[in-house]
Nanobody, 131 residues
Framework: DVQLQASGGGLVQPGGSLRLSCVAS????????IGWFRQAPGKDREVVSC????????YYSDSVQGRFTISRDNTKNTVYLQMNNLKPDDTAVYHC????????????????????????WGQGTQVTVSS
């Protein structure tokens, strides 16, 4: 089974930092782009970042550009999201997902940032930014 497990969330003050991790299993990890998206209560889900298969290409939403950094370690089947200068608006549940150039599942959805369809996300990790 394809599994992606996000972790590393928590409560942080505005201006603080967190590093999220996404550990993947059940598929050939370095064949896939991986994306991070977030979902806050009452808001649409928002893709914040994507990384290419080798890690050399990174994509960010305008809302996090310059504050978040995505990276991956293919030897550990892990993608990271370093989040700096966090703001209250960053409060959400953060998920990681595979990002595929073709739509493989009816539940997948297209991200213009990743230019791919996101699917196979896990439960996510809660990030709360509050003083």
């Amino acid at each position: 089974d394809v599994q992606l497990q996000a972790s590393g969330g928590g409560l942080v003050q505005p201006g603080g930092s967190l590093r999220l991790s996404c550990v993947a299993s059940g598929f050939t990890f370095d064949d896939y782009y991986i994306g991070w998206f977030r979902q806050a209560p009452g808001k649409d889900r928002e893709v914040v970042s994507c990384v290419s298969t080798s890690g050399t290409m990174q994509y960010y939403s305008d809302s996090v550009q310059g504050r978040f950094t995505i990276s991956r370690d293919n030897t550990k089947n892990t993608v990271y999201l370093q989040m700096n200068n966090l703001k209250p608006d960053d409060t959400a549940v953060y998920h990681c997902a595979t990002a595929n150039i073709v739509r493989l599942d009816s539940s997948s959805w297209y991200s213009p940032i990743c230019q791919r369809y996101l699917e196979s996300w896990g439960q996510g990790t809660q990030v709360t930014v509050s003083s």
